[in-house]
């Protein structure tokens, strides 16, 4: 029981740290100057720091205890590099659909619903392509690293085949991206463009919480199925 509460002690301090130092007005500047002149480096310190927070704070729901992930350092690794991705592909998708817009010249008139509409498309499009893409491929990269680390080098045909596709798409794809991906994306685009990222950091930690229930719920259903085709 100690180690728990020290557990929980620990990871909450850890992101209090973090966040103090993103609000205080001193260390706020210093953030927003290491985005502004470092945008990667930055995107991958936040989420190699929030999003593998986030994996954690997941396994302790699931096994309510505290414990590492197999291969922690290289989903550390992995986690910044996809800070990296999401860096660019925010900037990519943002100025991309700001060109489109106003080359239809698609304005209502109403600065706040057009800033709105734009938020939104953007956040619609991104998680409809990229965001599909990037979300198997992370599934991909955690399930070799636990294969690897239980001593087992897969093909590509083993690691596809292990993978749950089907429970990928109809949870993932089908209402994490609609329900959790866009919405909160489009309040996402809508900040200043150095908060893009490191907001999209915290969003992970919020969403290995639904999935660790949304798991938890698929495990009770199943076996209440068993059972009633049991009896």
């Not at 190699?48 to 729901?61: D, N």
């Not at 045909?157 to 089907?166: G, R, S, V, Y």
């Not at 150095?194 to 199943?222: F, N």
């Amino acid at each position: 029981m100690k180690r728990k509460i020290f557990g929980d002690l620990t990871w909450l301090i850890s992101l209090l740290i973090f966040s103090a130092f993103l609000v205080f007005p001193q260390t706020h500047q210093i953030f927003i100057q290491l985005t502004s002149n470092h945008p990667y480096l930055m995107g991958f310190v936040k989420f190699s720091i929030l999003a593998t927070m986030g994996e954690l704070l997941a396994l302790r729901l699931a096994k309510k205890a505290w414990s590492l992930p197999a291969g922690l350092l290289f989903k550390v690794a992995i986690w910044g590099l996809i800070g990296v991705m999401i860096t660019f592909m925010f900037s990519f998708y943002s100025a991309g659909v700001s060109s489109m817009l106003e080359g239809l010249n698609t304005s209502t008139g109403n600065r706040l619903l057009s800033t709105l509409f734009r938020a939104f498309l953007t956040s619609l499009t991104m998680n409809l392509t990229f965001g599909i893409v990037f979300m198997a491929l992370h599934r991909m990269t955690d399930t070799y690293i636990e294969m690897r680390f239980n001593r087992k080098k897969p093909s590509l045909k083993e690691l596809t085949q292990t993978i749950n596709w089907d429970a990928f798409i109809s949870f993932v794809v089908f209402k994490t991206i609609p329900l959790f991906w866009i919405p909160a994306h489009t309040i996402t685009f809508l900040l200043p463009s150095y908060y893009r990222v490191v907001v999209a950091a915290y969003l992970s930690i919020i969403l290995g919480v639904i999935l660790v229930y949304a798991r938890r719920m698929q495990k009770e259903t199943k076996s209440k199925n068993n059972v009633i085709s049991g009896a």
